[in-house]
T-cell receptor, first 111, second 116 residues
Framework: NAGVTQTPKFRVLKTGQSMTLLCAQDMNHEYMYWYRQDPGMGLRLIHYSVGEGTTAKGEVPDGYNVSRLKKQNFLLGLESAAPSQTSVYFC??????????FGSGTRLTVV | AQSVTQLDSQVPVFEEAPVELRCNYSSSVSVYLFWYVQYPNQGLQLLLKYLSGSTLVKGINGFEAEFNKSQTSFHLRKPSVHISDTAEYFCAVSDRGSSNTGKLIFGQGTTLQVKP
């Protein structure tokens, strides 16, 4: 089925561990985004990409890195996880101004 | 820079009553406006969007919103709510300028609690 797929759906990390979240879309969308959702703060943009091989910082990029080596994949990395990165992470891609498609989210807990 | 303020963090309402969820935005450029709904433990679903044209926008599940440029508002309304409308609602804006990167700026969210 066409859409945005995020893996994993759940993860528990210890402080200082690293991990990569994968976002994959099969809609040939150019633009992709990573957001984090925290209670009372809505969704905040971490990083985004306007095409293969390009990335840019959003509102809250510190502690995260991203890569877009293939058009269909957008990876979000945490090099050294901190409890402040406990959150729900959403990936999204768009086609045109109104065609936003969100993934189902990754719930990350850092202990 | 753009910002979005949702004026109520929680809105309790009885079933079959009308509801309004308020959203104000700030931007130095023209914007596109969106409302999303998030049911518990799920992702975001688009309710409706304003791109251009008529300022009254109708969406799914009987929701509608009105774009008011002079008041920089985009309030969401429903004339009669159901228990199943209990969810969190997010207002969002996106720059419609020539340098548009499609980024969405979200409000803090409003939790709609529909009581029987």
């Amino acid at each position: 089925n066409a859409g945005v797929t995020q893996t994993p759906k759940f993860r528990v990390l210890k402080t200082g561990q690293s991990m990569t979240l994968l976002c994959a879309q099969d809609m040939n969308h150019e633009y992709m985004y990573w957001y984090r959702q925290d209670p009372g703060m809505g969704l905040r943009l971490i990083h985004y990409s306007v095409g293969e091989g390009t990335t840019a910082k959003g509102e809250v990029p510190d502690g995260y890195n991203v890569s877009r080596l293939k058009k269909q994949n957008f990876l979000l990395g945490l090099e050294s996880a901190a409890p402040s990165q406990t959150s729900v992470y959403f990936c999204a891609s768009i086609s045109g101004v109104s065609g936003y498609t969100f993934g189902s989210g990754t719930r990350l807990t850092v202990v | 820079a753009q910002s979005v303020t949702q004026l109520d963090s929680q809105v309790p309402v009885f079933e079959e009553a009308p509801v309004e969820l308020r959203c104000n935005y700030s931007s130095s450029v023209s914007v596109y406006l969106f409302w999303y709904v998030q049911y518990p433990n799920q992702g975001l679903q688009l309710l409706l969007k304003y791109l251009s044209g008529s300022t009254l926008v109708k969406g799914i599940n009987g929701f509608e919103a009105e774009f008011n440029k002079s008041q920089t508002s985009f309030h969401l309304r429903k004339p009669s709510v159901h228990i199943s409308d209990t969810a969190e609602y997010f207002c969002a804006v996106s720059d419609r300028g020539s340098s548009n990167t499609g980024k969405l700026i979200f409000g803090q969210g409003t939790t709609l609690q529909v009581k029987p």
